[in-house]
């Protein structure tokens, strides 16, 4: 018989060379475990260790999908009735749940996607702050009442959801992006159908086991895995078909838009959270040392594969020979590898391979566009390493970090975004042209700058277009209730998290209740009061 683990999993006879289990993966469909109808699958494997298999998942198609949207469909009914508060104490529930497990979940994901482990930690952290948070908003799913301009009559507001949600999210922060998005959808009252990123399944099934665990009925959150191209099209397919009431997506900005349009012809109501080429601007009067420190985290923490990851560096021309070299001493000293193998790295693998193949492409539009190298020689092999590297490069897919100086506004690096360990650096001659340069991408998620001279600082935050902007702070460090997203190129203005993100999981029902016992109509019957005739003199004061 074969061996079941204590999480209810098949562990399938693959011998991994860390010992470590491969499992038999499972879609979600109605609370039932369920292979892919076409019986295919694929696997998920540990990029810090590529012999390393998590387990084998479904490769789920347009079938595998549509169940999930009849049972979110099901769902919906019971599920949209259940009082708000009650949805919010099963939220909270989940959030309790995944700080008992928080340690083995983070584990999970640092394995996965071969992130580090306080940056796994974080990202768990992160979903568990979203739970907490819209725990009490069951609470608070506020309407309002409203005077009627008529006499016994009362209006009123109410929060409705918009019924099955579609959410694909990437895999970088694969706890706590889907929390973002199936958190305030199903406090609303909205079911799911989530779509685990590919290099994340193994972590997308866990956390969809706490959810029901957490006492979630069975068909308000769907999970199916599979590849962006198939189960990932399918699901905005279905918005074409008339199964789909919201798409909630965090990905590119080509992907982004082939959904806003389908989304758009549908009159279907969608969340798009896309990329960006955030800049930070270092002025002459900013704490150095905290700039560097800043600018460093940004560019090469996530190993650079952060939405919020720093893009363009635009260093003021009086300070850039400092600051470039106290921040290529940190960059030259940098130490990655497998976080769950060797303490201290700041970053570990690519998140899979498919992002190393993407990255080396980048850093090919980099040399194409005529940057000049600082630093950086493509994939770590042991044969070519950097002095920080730790472990045997072989076993993973590691990227050096890379530093490309003198870019101008003219070049494609300066407008594209690179996802992985790279930076590029602009050189400003003032204040109003480093605004302009962070201002000049086609992208407009975070932004940052490094200045101690209060109207600098001012007129960064009302000059930049952008949806995030840190002073004297990296582009990176979202909240949980703080609002989330972009503008221009990064997304279409919809917000994830705090109280904000309600708006893209409800629309407002307005409710008019004639208590007169006759009809009144608004506008004509209502009474109209006459501007008495002007006796007085004013101008007798002045
Ligand atoms: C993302 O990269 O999609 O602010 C999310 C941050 C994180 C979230 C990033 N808290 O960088």
């Not at 940056?119 to 009490?136: H, K, R, W």
């Not at 708006?503 to 208590?515: I, K």
Request: contains cysteine; charged residues 20%.
């Amino acid at each position: 018989m074969a061996q079941v683990l204590s999480t209810g999993l098949e562990f399938l006879d693959h011998s991994n060379p860390n010992g470590n289990p491969c499992v038999k993966g499972y879609n979600i469909i109605d609370g039932e475990l369920k292979q892919a109808s076409g019986g295919s699958t694929f696997k998920s494997i540990n990029p810090a260790w590529l012999d390393d298999c998590l387990g084998e998942f479904p490769l789920s198609g347009e079938e595998d999908v549509h169940e999930a949207l009849r049972a979110a469909r099901k769902a919906f009914a019971g599920w949209s009735t259940t009082p708000a508060p009650t949805r919010g104490q099963i939220i909270g529930n989940m959030g309790r749940l995944l700080m008992e497990h928080k340690d083995a979940i983070v584990a999970i994901e640092t394995r996965e996607i071969g992130k580090t482990l306080k940056e796994s930690a974080g990202s768990v952290q992160e979903a568990i702050d979203t739970c907490l948070f819209f725990q009490s908003e069951g609470r608070r799913l506020y309407g309002q009442t409203v005077n009627s301009e008529l006499p016994d009559k009362e209006l009123f507001t109410y929060r409705r959801p918009l019924g099955v949600c579609g959410i694909i999210n990437a895999c970088n922060f694969p706890a706590a992006v889907p929390f973002w998005k199936m958190i305030p959808a199903i406090m609303c009252g909205n079911t799911c159908v989530w779509k685990s990123p590919q290099d994340a399944p193994l972590l997308s099934f866990a956390l969809a086991r706490i959810m029901h665990e957490s006492g979630l009925p069975n068909g308000v959150i769907n999970l199916v895995h599979g590849k962006g191209s198939g189960a990932g099209q399918h699901l905005v397919d279905a918005v074409d078909k008339g199964m789909v009431d919201k798409i909630s997506f965090t990905g590119s900005t080509a992907v982004g838009k082939m959904i806003g349009e389908v989304c758009g012809r549908n009159l279907v109501s969608a969340s798009l959270e896309l990329g960006g080429k955030n800049p930070l601007v270092i002025m002459p009067s900013a704490n150095m040392d905290n700039a560097v420190e800043g600018a460093y985290w940004a560019g090469f923490g996530t190993a650079g594969q952060r939405c919020t990851s720093l893009g363009n560096l635009i260093i003021h021309r009086d300070i850039y020979d400092e600051f470039m070299s106290k921040l290529m001493a940190k960059v030259e000293s940098t130490t990655i590898g497998d976080s769950l193998r060797n303490e201290g790295v700041l970053y570990g693998p690519m998140l899979s391979e498919k992002y190393a193949v993407d990255f080396l492409k980048d850093l090919g539009m980099c040399e194409t566009s005529g940057a000049t190298k600082l630093y950086g020689k493509g994939r770590i092999t042991n044969d070519n390493k950097p002095a920080g590297f730790l472990g045997d490069a072989s076993e993973g897919v590691y990227m050096w970090p890379h530093v490309y100086a003198n870019v101008t506004e003219d070049m494609e690096c300066f407008h594209e975004e690179i996802f992985g360990p790279a930076i590029t650096v602009v050189k400003a001659n003032d204040f109003d042209h480093a605004l302009y340069l962070a201002n000049a991408s086609p992208y407009g998620l975070s932004s940052a700058i490094y200045t101690n001279d209060r109207l600098e600082a001012y007129r960064f935050k009302t000059g930049i277009k952008a949806g995030m902007t840190g002073i004297n702070n990296s582009t990176t460090g979202a909240e949980a209730h703080l609002p989330f997203g972009g503008v221009k190129g990064s997304g279409n203005g919809t917000r994830e998290s705090g109280i904000w993100v309600i708006e893209a999981y409800s629309y407002w029902h307005a409710v008019n209740d004639e208590l007169s016992g006759k009809l009144q109509l608004a506008q004509m019957d209502v009474e109209e009061i006459e501007i008495e005739e002007a006796e007085v003199d004013w101008t007798s004061l002045a």
